[in-house]
Structure formats: structure tokens, C-alpha cells
């Protein structure tokens, strides 16, 4: 490939499918560590977990809240699961019928968030996973959004999943495997860098083969800038935070752009089927699994996004492009690698 932007095409993402030697076991296919899922968000945990084993990865372990792992374990057998220890959110609420200076009773309720000691759960499961997803689903809600609370209880408000997320990306900064950026992942990394209290904290820099799978929002969240800029210029953005994320960057949308900050590629495939919640977290599944049979950072995310535009294309031939579910995907990814073997 040169510098100049190309198009993708199918005979040359068939040259980028991995091989499948048959003197082989599960862990010749690489082992991918999903960090993913919360309260609101147990099917992206699953889509995207199932999505890498469907393209070829040997073994998925899902790292997630407790309430993600039993709801996910009950719609897969396929997937193993790593708990993560959480916490409860102390909030306060106020008492209208009494004056506010006595008004306000701490609480607690179970939202999931997991506990910054999680963090010592994942060194074991870090060093054995050869590509870690971060994000999909992941929910960046903090208790000061969803519960009423004063100045004076701000300092007893946890704050959701920040802190885990804050030292997960501390323990990344140094790690050597692919990493996959997705969703509320960015989110958190765009409010850590623009809006955090903290953001005269320094942000660790990304793991040396990150990928990021911004949709346009997420970019403009991320670089700070208005996303009709983002939309009117993708490629000049999408090489931007490929610069200074130093990343490969998926920007996402009809025409999705893929750019090392060098090379940029431009995908052909998919269809309004894809519009339709969850399907963000099946291409994050791909394009991990990819990686985890060896694919490079920049190959996995042109095959990945090149292959999941192609099974929105095959669903949408069969179901409509109004009847396409994200977890239809899941059962259309095998045709797509069918027709690209048959090529
Ligand atoms: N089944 C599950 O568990 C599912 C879980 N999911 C998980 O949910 C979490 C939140 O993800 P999310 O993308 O819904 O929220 P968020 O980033 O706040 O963006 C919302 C706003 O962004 C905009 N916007 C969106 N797309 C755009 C585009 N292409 N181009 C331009 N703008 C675009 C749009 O703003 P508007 O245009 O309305 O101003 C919209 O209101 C995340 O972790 C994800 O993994 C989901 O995958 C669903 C299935
Ligand atoms: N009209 C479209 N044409 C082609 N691809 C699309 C279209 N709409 C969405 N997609 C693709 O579907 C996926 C949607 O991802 P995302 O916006 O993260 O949604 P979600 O978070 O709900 O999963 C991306 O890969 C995007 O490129």
C-alpha cells in the first residue's frame, strides 16, 4: 500500500484472513481479554465477546461486573467469565419534608461499578490474553448524574467506573498486545482529558498498538471540536488522532475511515442495516478477534471493518435493511468469511 487513501477490496482483505493451521489448539488462535458491559449495557458484553470467537479467536474471557457475568453466561456457554469485584455508590437523598441542613441521609445501592481492586483481579488474565478490548458498554455514568446530591456530599459521591477505568489505563500504558479503545473506553479518555477535575493529572499515553473505534461523536469528543467539522472533513480527523492518540483509528459511519496516520483506507462495504444499536460492539468483537490470531493493529481494523460491513450486507440481502438485529450479525459473520474463502 502507499500513502494515498484507497478504497478497501475484497481480493486484497482476502490476503489479510489469518491462516488456520490444523496442527493447532485453542490457544494457537489467541486468547482475548473483553473488558465490557455494566448495568444498562449486558448485550454489549455479549456481542462482542461472541463477534471474536465467530472470526477465529480461540478462547474469550469476559472481565465484567458479576450481574454482567450470569446475565451473559445464561445466553452463551461459550465464553469464560472473570468476575470483577464492585462496590456499592453512596448517595445522598434529600428529605423534602424536613429542613435541608438534616435533610440528607447517605445510601447505598448496587449499580454495579466495579471496584478499583478489580484492578489487581486482571494482572494475572493481562499477562495471558494476547489482545484486550476495553470499552464496549462499559457505561461512564456517575452517581452525581444519576442521583441528587450537594456540594457538601460531592466528596463521599463515587465515581462510577472513573477510578477503575483511570488505573486500568495506567496498567495499559505499558502493555506490548493490541488494545482495542471502544465506546465508553473513549469516553472516559475524552472526559479525563477535557473535562475531568483531575485533568491537570497527567493521561497515561495509549499502549504502543492501540486501536480506536470512534463513531463520529466519540471523535469530536475526544479531539474537542464540533462534529460537523468531523463529518465534513473524516479522513483529515481520522489521520489527526491516529497523530496524537498514536493509535490506529477506525473512524466509524457509512464509509467508515481506517488510518495509522500513514497509511488510510476507506471501506466499501455495509448498509443502513448497521444503524442499529449494539452493532458498534459486534465490530469491536472482530476486529479483537483478528488481532488475537496475530493480525496487525492496522490489518485486523481494515479486515474487521471490511468483514462486518460485508455481513450487514449478506443479513440485509435475506432479513431487509429494516429487519437487521446487531445480534443477527453474530449469525451472518460465517457467510461473510465464507465468501471472502470463496473468492
Ligand atoms: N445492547 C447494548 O448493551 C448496547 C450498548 N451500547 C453501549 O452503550 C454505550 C453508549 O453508547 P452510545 O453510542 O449509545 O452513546 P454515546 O456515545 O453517548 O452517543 C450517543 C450520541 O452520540 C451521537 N451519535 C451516535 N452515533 C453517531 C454517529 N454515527 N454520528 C454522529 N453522532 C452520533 C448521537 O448524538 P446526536 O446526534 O443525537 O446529538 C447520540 O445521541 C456504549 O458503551 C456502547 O457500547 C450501545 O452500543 C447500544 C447497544
Ligand atoms: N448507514 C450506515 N452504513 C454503513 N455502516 C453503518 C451505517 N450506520 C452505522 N454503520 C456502522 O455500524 C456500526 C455502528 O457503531 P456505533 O455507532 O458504535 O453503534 P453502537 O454503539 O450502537 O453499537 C459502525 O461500524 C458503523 O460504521
Known amino acids: 500500500m502507499d500513502g494515498k487513501m484507497k478504497t478497501l477490496t475484497q481480493e ?22 473483553n473488558i465490557a458491559g455494566s448495568l444498562h449495557y449486558r448485550g454489549a458484553a455479549y456481542l462482542s465477546s461472541i463477534a471474536a470467537m465467530r472470526v477465529g479467536a480461540g478462547y474469550v474471557t469476559l472481565a465484567s461486573s458479576p450481574g454482567v457475568c450470569q446475565s451473559v453466561s445464561t445466553l452463551t456457554p461459550n465464553i469464560v467469565m472473570h468476575p470483577l469485584l464492585t462496590r456499592p ?19 447505598s445501592i448496587d449499580t454495579e461499578s466495579i471496584d478499583e481492586k478489580a484492578l489487581l483481579q486482571l494482572d494475572d488474565k493481562l499477562k495471558q490474553a494476547n489482545v484486550i478490548s476495553v470499552g464496549s458498554g462499559l457505561s461512564i455514568a456517575q452517581s452525581k448524574d444519576q442521583f441528587t446530591v450537594t456540594m457538601a456530599t460531592e466528596d463521599v459521591i463515587a465515581e462510577g467506573n472513573h477510578g477503575f477505568f483511570f488505573g486500568l489505563l495506567a496498567k495499559l500504558h505499558t502493555c506490548q498486545q493490541s488494545v482495542i479503545f471502544d465506546a465508553d473506553a473513549l469516553n472516559f479518555i475524552s472526559h479525563l482529558l477535557h473535562h475531568s477535575k483531575n485533568s491537570h493529572q497527567s493521561i497515561p499515553s495509549l499502549p504502543i498498538k492501540s486501536i480506536i473505534t470512534p463513531h463520529p461523536k466519540e471523535l469530536a469528543r475526544l479531539l474537542n471540536i464540533d462534529v460537523n467539522d468531523i463529518q465534513n472533513n473524516r479522513a483529515h480527523y481520522a489521520k489527526i488522532a491516529a497523530k496524537q492518540f498514536g493509535a490506529t483509528v477506525v473512524l466509524k459511519g457509512k464509509n467508515s475511515i481506517i488510518t495509522d496516520g500513514e497509511y488510510t483506507l476507506i471501506n466499501p462495504t455495509g448498509n443502513s442495516a448497521l444503524a442499529k444499536a449494539g452493532s458498534g460492539d459486534v465490530l469491536t468483537g472482530i476486529i479483537s478477534g483478528f488481532c488475537a490470531q496475530g493480525v496487525s493493529p492496522l490489518n485486523a481494523a481494515c479486515l474487521g471493518v471490511y468483514l462486518h460491513g460485508l455481513t450487514g450486507d449478506l443479513a440485509a440481502k435475506e432479513l431487509s435493511e429494516y429487519s437487521v438485529l446487531a445480534s443477527d450479525l453474530l449469525d451472518y459473520i460465517p457467510k461473510a468469511i465464507k465468501q471472502l474463502l470463496r473468492q
Open 89 to 107: 455508590i453512596i448517595y445522598a437523598e434529600i428529605n423534602p419534608n424536613v429542613e435541608e441542613s438534616v435533610s440528607i441521609e447517605l445510601q
Open 12 to 33: 486484497y482483505i482476502k490476503t489479510l484472513l489469518p491462516n488456520r493451521p490444523q496442527d493447532s489448539h485453542k490457544l494457537s488462535f489467541g486468547h482475548v481479554l
